[in-house]
């Protein structure tokens, strides 16, 4: 994904919380949920219009591996319709990308609205009046969809946060860190230090976690938080077997630096995999950190999951939804 500034990631949060449907300045009804599993995108055009080449390397740009996991798993799954079958009950779906040919248009244009049909949902359309300009306007402009479309899968998992949230953690944490978070409910508290705290989700087959601390401001570069995060999590998480503590796979294929910006703050994200020291452990992991204004601490949330046997794709977008609430 093309580099993004943390202004508009939190745009969408704040359109997670507070809705913002075309004519409406309601918030998100509960009744008019945007339907869809967990990453998936439903795709609607006239593939024959298009070819069979064309058609495969537009799929291909949304089935790109996710980022930063260690099997390959696609951005998207793909639900495809075409034109005339796009009826009221798709128009519901929460992420739509609508290729839409017809030669009375003057001017070839790509419209991104949301909440059209529902909330929260993205809806791309593309209005053009050939094939190729409709063509060469989806390829200019398919970082900022993928960007887009992304961050409104995290916004649908950060309405059901606030709807069905772990209020006794959530002030725990504004009272240990000044911020708030939104926490889901089947969250407990794993371990809590004096400006930190790990939250866990276990189940039989994976482990969802997050970590929120503060330290002292620091240089927020790649070498640093792989630092910063390898002391903390060498401090604070101990591994299934005795001397075992998480640390980061440091291999570039998998690490994924970016800086961010929150107003006047200066903020970055990485993330990569985590593996275990000592042991055979390991999973995708996402930390998002800014320095406070004031100038007295450096505030990091971290999410990462433990799923061996299972695809991870959809757990480590839970934990980034999380960790992006924070406000």
């Given amino acids: 994904m093309k580099k993004i500034s943390l202004i508009f990631a ?60 260690n ?19 798709f128009q519901k779906h929460r992420n739509i990308v609508h290729f839409d040919i017809n030669s009375s248009y003057g001017v070839n244009k790509m419209e991104i609205e949301r909440n059209v049909w529902s909330s929260p949902q993205v809806y791309v359309h593309f209005k053009c009046n050939s094939v190729d300009s409709c063509i060469q306007l989806f390829f200019q402009n ?20 606030l709807k069905d949230h772990n209020a006794a953690i959530e002030k725990k944490i504004k009272e240990k860190f000044g911020y708030t978070v939104s926490v889901p409910q089947n969250y407990s508290i794993a371990r809590e230090e004096a400006d930190f ?37 060498k401090k604070y998480i101990p591994g299934a077997v005795t001397g075992a503590y998480p640390i980061i796979d440091q291999n570039p294929k998998y690490l994924n630096f970016k800086e961010l910006n929150i107003g006047s703050k200066i903020g970055a994200e990485l993330r990569g995999l985590w593996i275990s020291k000592n042991d055979i452990m390991g999973g995708p992991f996402c930390t998002y950190v800014f320095n406070e204004p004031t100038g007295k601490n450096c505030i990091v949330v971290d999410g990462f999951v433990h799923a061996p046997h299972e695809n991870k794709r959809d757990y480590i977008r839970e934990v980034e939804a999380i960790i992006k609430t924070i406000r």
């Fill in 197 to 233: 705290i790990w939250l866990l989700f276990r189940t039989t087959k994976n482990d969802r976690c997050i970590m929120i601390y503060k330290t002292t401001p620091t240089q927020l570069t790649q070498d640093n938080l792989i630092q910063l995060r390898d002391q903390i999590t």
């Fill in 142 to 161: 398919q970082s900022e969809i993928i960007d887009i479309l992304y961050e409104n899968d995290l916004a649908r998992l950060q309405s059901f946060y």
């Fill in 10 to 69: 939190l745009i969408l949060v704040i359109f997670a919380q507070t809705g913002c449907d075309r004519g409406s300045t309601s918030g998100i009804k509960t009744e008019n949920y945007s339907t869809g599993k967990a990453g998936e995108l439903l795709i609607v055009m006239d593939k024959e219009l298009f070819g069979d080449t064309m058609v495969s390397n537009i799929n291909k740009t949304f089935t790109q591996p996710q980022p930063s996991i």
């Fill in 71 to 89: 099997q390959t798993e696609p951005m998207f799954d793909l639900l495809k319709l075409k034109n005339t079958d796009f009826n009221s009950y």
